[in-house]
Structure formats: structure tokens, C-alpha cells
């Protein structure tokens, strides 16, 4: 996979602002960033209103993804860009929604909203307006995602990879830092995961590191590329991070996102659970 | 504006139980006329960083308006790295139940 059909850099989005083919879209863990200032022309996706199905606990369905994009004024051929806060943790997760369903031409801007601020370039306040789209859906392409018998499954048969903070992994924390130290479900993680945290993947300003180093990470792991893997997290967001790592930038094969993630798998009665480093 | 002598930094902590959560918290300010005294503006979506005991990067939030920031870490030693345009600082910080760490970081 070359980087640069599914990466760009801010200088290449500073020099599309005006592309009428290019489509940004800013998707943030905290949705108040978007209100407070984004790249000018970016739309927004809310995680939760607009990419979770409110009912049931799972992505939203192809009318309603067809819906969403064509009232966004999103194509089929239109190349979306996606970035969010969080070194694009959720711009990720979109990234990888926008795979399960198809859309050809989708890329992440390298380092996302942080690296855009830390060059110090414009955010606007103005809500851009785009004209409605018929937009078609494939659908759901499920070789990317892994549900939770998969998972089970997996466990000594393929690569697990736990993408957690060390703490979150060893069961110390049961969330990531930032957030309140809440849940009932119990801590730990998946028996013979390894854990190698999104962050590791990831260069101080957000950017990815280089593909060589980016193997010599999982490799150093103990990650057997040549096999099937699984990545998870807590809720399936940071795992979409080190699912494009892996299936996008290094082009490993069988790579799937757990999307149910630790909030599931800490929660089913009778499945096997580690604790420690 | 702050002033030399006001009390750090944090967000309020109205609702917050801190007999279960270990707080790290604070502002990141301009130093106003670079004498050292945190008497400068609050810094917007600055980037702050939080790293465990072994220096691995475990949590980063931006800034909010008034430059605040807050972490739930574990009892324990943790640094934080503030980032914004042009500038990089890293300060240690230890967090426990009960009381949280509040902190004024200049840059």
C-alpha cells in the first residue's frame, strides 16, 4: 500500500481548501473541538449521533450511511480526507467505517487536528454548505472487522493485539487517563494479546512513523506479519488507528478491527482474561 | 488574567469523587514578560501528554478556552509534556487519591 493514497500531509490540505472533488471531515472524540474551530470547508461527523446506531450497539446501517454522506454532500468518486483531535484517534475509526462500506478514495490527514495546530495554520468557525449526493453503499465488508467468537477463537491460533495503554493492558486503569475510572466490567486483557499501544505508532506530533519502523515495532513485538490479526482497545477507535497501521500503511492482509473491544469482551461471563504486563 | 500568588490551575472539581480518582490537573499560561512569573494568557488546544513511570506515552488532551487540562492517572510518578507551535516542555508530577495535582505550566 502506498502511503500516499491514504495519507496527506497539511501542506497538501492547505493546498486543496478549495478542490471541489475533496471532501474534509472532522470526526472528534471531544465534538465541541469542531465548534471552537476547524479547517475551513471541513464538515463533521459526530462519533455517536451520526456513526452508532443508538438502538442496538453497533455501526450504523448502508441506508443510513447512504443518507448521511449524501446529505453531507459526499460522492461516490469524492476523495474524503478525514483528521480529528487525539492524533486522529477517531478520524481513524471513520476511516476504517468508510472501508466497511466501500468508499473508494478515503485518506487521513497525516498527524490530523493536532499537527494542523502545532504548524500553526488557520482554523475558521464557518459551517461550510455542500450540495446533496445520491450516495451508493457497498455492502458491509466484514474481512475487516472481527466480532467476538472470532476473537475467542483467536486466542493462541493468531496475532491479538492489544492496543491499550500499558496500564489499561495490565489492568491497573480501566480506561485511558483522560477519561473518568468507570465501568463495571472487569480489567485486564485477551490471553496471549500482545501489547504494543497505538501510540508507540505514532511520531510526538501525531504523524505515523516510517513504514520501517513501523515493522520493526510489531515485529520487535513478537507479531508474526505473516498471520492473521486482530487488534483491539477499549472501544474500538484507538484499534482503528493500529488497524490502518497495519492494513493500510505496512499492507498486511488478514487484519481485522474488534470493534466490540475490551467494553465486550470484559463483559462476556466465562471467557478467559490476563492480568499484568 | 492571572496574577502572581493565585492558586493553581485546574478545571473545578465540582463532581468529581476524589476518594476513588487520582487527579493530575492544571493551566497552561503564557509567561507574560518571560520573568518566570505564570502572569500570561491561558494557551488554547495546546496538546499536554502524559507519560507512566517508564516515560510510555498513556493519555493527551488539548487545552480547553481558559488553557485547562485534567488527567485521571493512577496513584503514582507520571510527566506531562505540554506541546503548542514552536515549543516543547516536559514537567514531572506526582498524582495520589484524594488530593490532585494542580499546576500552573509556563511556557
Not at chain 1, 138 to 152: L, M
Not at chain 1, 232 to 239: F, L, M, Q, V
Not at chain 2, 41 to 66: K, M, S
Request: proline share 4%; with cysteine; charged share 20%.
Amino acid at each position: 500500500m502506498s502511503r500516499e493514497k491514504v495519507l496527506v500531509t497539511t501542506e497538501w490540505v492547505s493546498q486543496n481548501l478549495d478542490n471541489p472533488k475533496v471532501a474534509l471531515v472532522e470526526v472528534d472524540e471531544d465534538t465541541t473541538l469542531y465548534n471552537q474551530g476547524h479547517i475551513q470547508g471541513a464538515i463533521t461527523f459526530h462519533w455517536r449521533d451520526d456513526l452508532q446506531d443508538g438502538l442496538i450497539r453497533d455501526l450504523i446501517s448502508k441506508e443510513k450511511f447512504e443518507a448521511l454522506l449524501s446529505k453531507n454532500g459526499i460522492a461516490n468518486d469524492t476523495t474524503v480526507v478525514l483528521y480529528g483531535g487525539n492524533n486522529n484517534w477517531f478520524a481513524t475509526y471513520a476511516y476504517w467505517y468508510f472501508k466497511i462500506y466501500g468508499h473508494q478514495d478515503v485518506r487521513l490527514i497525516d498527524g490530523g487536528r493536532k499537527r494542523w495546530e502545532l504548524d500553526a495554520r488557520a482554523l475558521v468557525t464557518e459551517v461550510p454548505t455542500r450540495t446533496a449526493t445520491r450516495y451508493v453503499a457497498h455492502d458491509r465488508d466484514n474481512s475487516i472487522r472481527a466480532y467476538r467468537d472470532e476473537v475467542i477463537a483467536a486466542i493462541g491460533t493468531r496475532n491479538i493485539v492489544d492496543v491499550r495503554s500499558p496500564a489499561e493492558f495490565s489492568g491497573e486503569l480501566a480506561a485511558p487517563a483522560h477519561l473518568p475510572q468507570e465501568g463495571g466490567q472487569i480489567k485486564g486483557h485477551i490471553p496471549t494479546a500482545k501489547n504494543i499501544p497505538w501510540s508507540k505508532a505514532a511520531n510526538e506530533d501525531g504523524t505515523f512513523k516510517s513504514e520501517a519502523e513501523l515493522t520493526a515495532l510489531y515485529e520487535g513485538a513478537g507479531v508474526d506479519l505473516a498471520k492473521d490479526t486482530i487488534a483491539y482497545c477499549r472501544i474500538g477507535e484507538r484499534s482503528a488507528f493500529s488497524w490502518f497501521v497495519l492494513h493500510e500503511l505496512l499492507g498486511v492482509s488478514n487484519v481485522k478491527n474488534y470493534d466490540g473491544s475490551w467494553t465486550e469482551y470484559g463483559s462476556l461471563v466465562g471467557v478467559p482474561v490476563a492480568v499484568g504486563a | 488574567m492571572r496574577t502572581c500568588g493565585a492558586t493553581p490551575g485546574g478545571p473545578s472539581l465540582d463532581g468529581v469523587d476524589l476518594t476513588t480518582q487520582s487527579v493530575i490537573q492544571g493551566a497552561v499560561l503564557r509567561d507574560g514578560i518571560a520573568d518566570g512569573v505564570p502572569n500570561g494568557t491561558p494557551v488554547v488546544n495546546a496538546h499536554v501528554r502524559l507519560l507512566d513511570r517508564d516515560g510510555e506515552f498513556t493519555a493527551e488532551v488539548p487545552t480547553n478556552t481558559q488553557g485547562q487540562f485534567r488527567f485521571f492517572a493512577a496513584p503514582g510518578a507520571w510527566t506531562l509534556v505540554v506541546l503548542a507551535p514552536g515549543v516543547r516542555k516536559e514537567v514531572s508530577v506526582q498524582a495520589a487519591l484524594g488530593t490532585p495535582a494542580d499546576l500552573i505550566v509556563e511556557i
